[in-house]
Nanobody, 126 residues
Framework: QVQVVESGGGLVQAGGSLRLSCAVSGRTLSTSTMGWFRQTPGKEREFVAAISWSGAVTWYARSVEGRFTISRDGAGNTAYLQLNGLLLEDTAVYYC???????????????????WGQGTQVTVSS
């Protein structure tokens, strides 16, 4: 049974920073793309960032490029999302996902990810 667990969310003022962590257990997914998505009430889940299994390739949504950084550890089963320069519109539930099928152009597609965490709330205040 695969488990994906996010942590690190919280309340932060605009302009501040947070670091989200995502740990995958129960199965070695070190060769899977790992991605971060976010969702606000009434809206679809949207892509934020993803990283290839090797860590050599990353993808970012335009809205976060230059402010957020995705990384993963050497073993490949833990991913991180560093959030800097947070804006009010970054407020959302952030989800981590692992996707053996989310390679290349598919890394930004929700449906390509097979394993999802429960989400962690990020709230940015003014």
């Amino acid at each position: 049974q695969v488990q994906v667990v996010e942590s690190g969310g919280g309340l932060v003022q605009a302009g501040g920073s947070l670091r989200l962590s995502c740990a995958v257990s129960g199965r070695t997914l070190s060769t899977s793309t790992m991605g971060w998505f976010r969702q606000t009430p009434g809206k679809e889940r949207e892509f934020v960032a993803a990283i290839s299994w090797s860590g050599a390739v990353t993808w970012y949504a335009r809205s976060v490029e230059g402010r957020f950084t995705i990384s993963r550890d050497g073993a490949g089963n833990t991913a991180y999302l560093q959030l800097n320069g947070l804006l009010l519109e970054d407020t959302a539930v952030y989800y981590c996902a692992a996707g053996p099928r989310a390679t290349g152009d598919y890394a930004q597609i929700v449906g390509r990810y097979d394993y999802w965490g429960q989400g962690t709330q990020v709230t940015v205040s003014s």
